[in-house]
């Protein structure tokens, strides 16, 4: 009997597994985030190892789950909330967390709705989020763990010095991805200005961009879910990401067979809910921009149409970018345009020529040094 092999590599990033891309999840870890008022009771919870059961919803539209109960409708404070953990029942607060509307409640949610939970507390949580799609927190006694139901989505939190450890470990992976996509981005833009480019150049750049960017929403989330305490992360994810989702669409429309268009938006749309392992295979992203599946990536010359090297110029609106795109034909032709030419193009006039001009000679001084400094 032969031994099965076992595959080689990642057949997923991590993030494709991660239910934070759930938008109604991403929200709920914001309402919970550290520096919120509600998380600054769930942490007193914890402290003091009391369990709760949290429903975060409209009050009236959950009465039909209610069994006793004390109505209370008062304002929203953590302590009070801390203090009403101490019973048994659960405890509603409304959608905007500004009133405590009813505290030790008897849920009882819809016995046949599946649950995959085992505890009480935790299986009435998640039967209540399915059935009525309210934010549902649901607080571990033995285990102080605190677990997030909305929806079919569930989410158990991790503790804030274990996502600052992870988050800052994911920063310095996206530094270096970074520092990649640059590279190639330097080496793409010389051999537009030599027209020397072939589409495996291009899959290259379009590969990279997307997994930095993949990166950085991974890390995004994890901001989210840090609240206050990922302020100074945020800041770094910002100054790494910069101009990077512009300058993904650019490349796409620069390369794009239908050029900028419904088919380019679509593209991109696609690139990014691309499984991760189609998104190492150059033929897949070849045949998202538009090329035949069995082309060759190091054969097939390409000329870019010159949207991305005019969009670096200063003080260069998008719309003048688009018409002279539109105009000439690709960026060789934009290169070895005269001052005349750019001058006849509706919207430019002789000051934008100019600057248009000496633009593109600044950009090619400026990559040739670039491309010094990598070696």
Do not use: W
Not at 59 to 86: H, V
Not at 97 to 108: C, D, F, P
Not at 117 to 144: C, F, M, P, W, Y
Not at 296 to 318: A, K, Y
């Amino acid at each position: 009997m032969q031994d099965v092999q076992p595959t080689l590599g990642f057949t997923r990033t991590p993030s494709e597994d991660d239910p934070r891309r759930d938008p109604n999840l991403l929200r709920a870890l914001e309402a919970i985030a550290p520096g919120t008022e509600l998380r600054q009771a769930i942490d007193d919870i914890i402290r003091s190892h009391e369990g709760a059961l949290i429903v975060v919803g409209d009050p009236e539209g959950l009465k039909f789950l209610y069994s006793g109960g004390i109505r209370l409708d008062q304002p929203f404070t953590p302590q009070l909330l801390y203090e009403l953990a101490k019973m048994d029942g659960a405890i509603v607060v409304d959608k905007r967390v500004t009133k405590l509307a009813y505290a030790n409640v008897q849920l009882m949610p819809d016995p046949t709705i599946p649950s995959s939970e085992t505890g009480t507390r935790h299986r009435t949580a998640e039967r209540v989020a399915k059935q009525t799609g309210a934010l549902v927190i649901s607080i571990s006694q033995q285990r102080s763990t605190i677990s997030v139901y909305t929806g079919p989505s569930r989410y158990q939190l991790d503790a804030v010095p274990d996502v600052l450890a992870k988050t800052n470990q994911a920063l310095a992976t996206l530094e270096t991805y970074r520092q990649r996509l640059e590279q190639v981005l330097t080496r793409l833009t010389a051999l537009e200005f030599q027209n020397a480019v072939v589409l495996d150049d291009v899959l290259v750049v379009v590969q990279r961009a997307e997994m930095t960017m993949r990166m950085a929403e991974e890390i995004e989330r994890d901001c989210v879910e840090l609240g206050a305490e990922g302020r100074l992360i945020r800041m770094q994810l910002t100054e790494l990401v910069g101009e990077l989702p512009a300058e993904r669409v650019a490349i796409v429309i620069d390369y794009h067979v239908e050029g900028d268009g419904p088919k380019a938006q679509l593209a991109l749309e696609a690139l990014r809910s691309l499984p991760y392992r189609e998104l190492l295979e150059f033929e897949r992203l070849a045949e998202l921009l538009g090329y035949p599946r069995g082309v060759n990536p190091l054969d097939h010359s390409v000329s870019p149409r010159g949207f991305r090297v005019l969009s670096h110029i200063p003080r260069l609106p998008e719309q003048v970018v688009r018409k002279v795109v539109g105009d000439l034909d690709g960026l060789d032709a934009i290169i070895r345009a005269s001052q005349r030419d750019l001058e006849s193009i509706s919207g430019v006039g002789a000051v934008r020529a100019r600057e248009i001009r000496e633009g593109l000679r600044r950009l090619q001084e400026h990559n040739l040094v670039d491309r010094y400094l990598q070696l």
